[in-house]
């Protein structure tokens, strides 16, 4: 799985692109984490709109986030997520835990 990211005004956005699965999710696990680290934003977007296909590994990698994300003060956000990831956040009841943006329509 690959993934880009931009720092603005103290916004860290982490576009993903692919599958999230158990054999990618730990690359951007740690590529993430790395960035939360070193920026500490206000706010972190994980833009999860290009994400083909997400099973659990995807929703441990959003859960993670949030946790690594509240040690530094951090405010995640989910942006645009895909159907594939909707489905396994909707299914988990994430909604109640963390903010998601839908910016796009569908």
Not at 76 to 98: E, F, N, Q
């Amino acid at each position: 799985m690959n993934y880009s990211y931009e720092l603005k005004n103290n916004a860290l956005e982490v576009k993903l692109f692919g599958e999230i699965d158990h054999h990618n999710a730990k690359q951007a696990r740690e590529g993430i984490d790395g960035l939360i680290e070193s920026t500490a934003p206000k706010k972190l977007f994980l833009d999860l709109s290009a994400i083909t296909f997400c099973d659990s590994s995807g929703l441990g990698l959003v859960m993670g986030r949030m946790k690594k994300a509240s040690l530094y003060g951090t405010a995640l956000i989910i942006r645009d997520p895909s159907p594939a990831v909707s489905r396994i956040l909707d299914i988990a009841g994430m909604d109640k835990l963390l903010k998601i943006e839908r910016t796009q329509k569908i």
